[in-house]
């Protein structure tokens, strides 16, 4: 007897350790395979040899890919690594939340006094929220639950819980969709994990909230919750839905550019509806209106009421005017001007305060302002012969402005206007941009500074 009990003793902690040994590399092999299986989903199984040699052999390690990583790993096309992070970041998400509801089981069981029967739910793979509302009483007697008065506690329990956070299932789609108009979606895990389930509490957040949840990006916080603010309980238009009005947007107009440089385009409908088309009543809007049209937030109305004033257009026609009269280096005092219609109104003093101290400049300059006239569009067909012979007496004037423009525009700003002669063959900012330093040097400009400037300038450049 003494023998058979020292053979059990020694036979069973070997036995533990060969089976635990084995449970772990069989979970081990299930994850390498999961990861294997979420590449083929995505027709991308040929990374499957770069993924066994960067040895993502784990869930875990995929979870913490990032697309430099994927770059190393010879996954060269771009659309292919967002299409693995993609898949591995939903995979990610739909972990967290049934481990959050296999918690939420968890203390449901617990506030019922059931906590005995938990492993039983666990054994029955009874994880998620969904699985526990369809459970009966036929079901748990099967999961070992042999007492009738603990079945019918817990199927009541899980069908009070149903009905209590059915508002709340709903308030977290609405969450979800506002998270995605504000293109923010992102950080829908992070809303998951502090359990934000409900319209008031995703409301009463603020930055400090945000903070602590992982949002640090100041901009990423306040259109969260200026999407929260707006909120009215209305429908809510899907981000494809958005994405079509962006599709809209006239690139000419000048409102419209303002407000996407300040990462604003979301309201270029309320600009819109207001009729603010263009510049001249784009500057005189105050926060008062601006909150009216929809820009909740002081900084927003206060950074869009400077963009508008500070908004320098590159208008070809002042430029052109300002080259003929010789007077081409106060172009970046005019730059601020809409059109040559707010230029006639200039006086004597206004020019003397933007530096053109000689009367005879400044006489000069207002009469190339008044006898100004925009040149209209050919109709093809039907014009006189008067109209014809204006065309051809003005014809050199409107073709270097018309194809010379840009480039000029470009000299003018860089303050090497004398230097508009020689670029006479250049028509275009694309033959600008092919200019070495060898050619700019031939073309007159000395200084490696200056060819430098002007190459970055014209690289820049947006007509």
Do not use: C, W
């Not at 939340?97 to 968890?106: L, P, Q, R, V």
């Not at 389930?197 to 306040?222: C, F, P, T, V, W």
């Amino acid at each position: 007897k003494a023998v058979i009990d020292a053979l059990k003793q020694s036979v069973k902690p070997k036995s533990d350790s060969e089976s635990s040994h084995k449970s772990s590399s069989e979970e081990e092999e299930e994850e390498v395979e999961e990861i294997h299986k979420i590449l083929r989903q995505v027709d991308l199984e040929k990374y499957i040899k770069e993924f066994k040699k960067a040895k993502i052999d784990t869930l875990k390690k995929a979870y913490k890919l990032k697309d430099a990583k994927l770059r190393k790993m010879n996954v060269e096309k771009s659309d292919d690594r967002k299409k693995i992070l993609h898949e591995f970041e939903k995979k990610k998400d739909n972990k967290t939340s049934s481990e959050d509801d296999e918690h939420k089981i968890a203390r449901i069981m617990k506030g019922i006094n059931m906590k005995k029967h938990i492993k039983a739910l666990q054994r029955a793979k009874v994880l998620e929220l969904e699985q526990a509302y369809k459970l009966t009483d036929k079901r748990l007697k099967s999961f070992g639950v042999k007492d009738s008065r603990d079945r019918r506690k817990i199927v009541k329990a899980f069908v009070q819980y149903k009905e209590n956070h059915a508002s709340d299932a709903k308030a977290y789609t609405i969450i979800k969709k506002l998270l995605a108009k504000a293109g923010m979606k992102k950080h829908l895990a992070a809303f998951k994990k502090k359990e934000i389930d409900s319209l008031n509490k995703a409301k009463s957040l603020g930055h400090q909230e945000l903070r602590d949840m992982g949002i640090h990006l100041y901009r990423e916080r306040r259109d969260i919750l200026e999407q929260f603010e707006k909120y009215d309980g209305g429908n809510i238009s899907s981000p494809e839905e958005g994405s079509s009005s962006e599709e809209v947007v006239d690139e000419n107009n000048v409102v419209h550019e303002v407000l996407r440089q300040q990462y604003m385009s979301r309201h270029i409908p309320d600009f819109d509806r207001a009729g603010i088309k263009d510049l001249r009543a784009a500057r005189v809007l105050t926060q008062t209106q601006l909150r009216s049209m929809g820009v909740a937030l002081y900084l927003q109305r206060e950074r869009l009421i400077n963009a508008f004033k500070d908004y320098r257009m590159k208008n070809k026609a002042i430029m052109r005017i300002l080259i003929d009269a010789n007077l081409a280096r106060h172009a970046s005092e005019f730059e601020k001007l809409i059109d040559v219609e707010e230029a006639q109104n200039l006086t004597h003093s206004d020019l003397r305060a933007m530096g053109i101290n000689l009367y005879g400049q400044r006489d000069r300059l207002m009469k190339a302002f008044a006898a100004y006239e925009p040149k209209k569009k050919k109709k093809g067909t039907g014009s006189s012969g008067s109209d014809s012979d204006s065309d051809s007496d003005s014809g050199s004037n409107s073709n270097s402005e018309k194809e010379l423009n840009d480039v000029e525009s470009v000299l003018v700003q860089q303050n090497l206007h004398r230097f508009i002669s020689a670029f006479e063959g250049v028509k275009t900012i694309k033959q600008a941009r092919a200019l070495t330093h060898t050619q700019l040097r031939n073309r007159g400009l000395k200084l490696f500074g200056q060819r430098e400037r002007l190459m970055k300038a014209f690289e820049e450049y947006k007509s």
